[in-house]
């Protein structure tokens, strides 16, 4: 109940293609979901995060699409640039544990 | 890294010894995090720390253990290094609250041979 599922694991884009990852989750109690970008070499980096009490939120061409009903949450990638290439992680947590439940990543390439 | 330093950033160690790693923060976050990264697993949490001296146990904690003595330095170690504990480590830190982001280091490529 605790896992946090990621798919695909890996996507192969054009430029200036929409990028699309999606998570499903189990455990209802998870209130916070963010996603983070990772390049080769380097820690990971915050890139958006979404409470359950919105359904969508966009951060430049970034935007996580958020269902509650289905216990699903999606990254979108509008314009993927070469630049993306890496990986991205969703995560799930819930309030006062301080704590992330990871996916298993997805590697983006997108070919210029 | 959001004031966040690991090392070292690479070792090469022998099965059986004991590793130690280190993580300073230069943030006051009150939350300090070990992960470990390996193909197919993702980001897997070891042990964290709440506080000075107040620490717990994450998803793959045997065969770790850690300390805090101060708010900045948050400390890794492998007790008897195995082969299985090749991987890369990830410190993260937060500072709770809400919104509880975290922000990791630059990790520490550890192999064991």
């Known amino acids: 109940q605790q896992q946090v599922k990621q798919s695909p694991q890996s996507l192969i884009v054009q430029k200036g293609g929409i990028s699309i990852i999606n998570c499903a989750y189990e455990?209802?109690?998870?209130?916070?979901f963010p996603w983070y970008q990772q390049f080769p070499g380097k820690g990971p980096a915050l890139l958006i995060a979404?409470?359950?009490?919105?359904s969508e939120k966009k951060e430049g061409r970034f935007t996580i699409s958020f269902n509650k009903s289905a216990k699903q949450f999606s990254l979108h990638i509008m314009d993927s640039q070469p630049g993306d290439s890496a990986t991205y992680f969703c995560a799930a947590s819930t309030s006062g544990t301080y704590k992330y439940i990871f996916g298993t990543g997805t590697r983006l390439k997108v070919l210029a | 890294d959001a004031g966040i330093t690991q090392s070292p950033r690479h070792k090469v160690t022998e099965t059986g010894t004991p590793v130690t790693l280190r993580c300073h923060q230069t943030e006051n976050h009150r939350y300090m995090y070990w992960y470990r990264q390996d193909p197919g697993h993702g980001l897997r949490l070891i042990h964290y720390s709440y506080g000075v001296k107040d620490t717990d146990k994450g998803e793959v904690s045997d065969g770790y253990s850690v300390s805090r003595s101060k708010t900045e330095d948050f400390l890794l170690t492998l007790e008897s290094a195995t082969s299985s504990q090749t991987s890369v480590y990830f410190c993260?830190?937060?500072?709770?609250?809400?919104?509880?982001?975290?922000?990791f280091g630059p990790g520490t490529r550890l192999t064991v041979t």
């Open positions: 993260a830190i937060s500072q709770g609250g809400v919104p509880y982001e975290q922000y």
């Open positions: 455990n209802t109690a998870f209130d916070y």
């Open positions: 979404i409470r359950p009490d919105v």
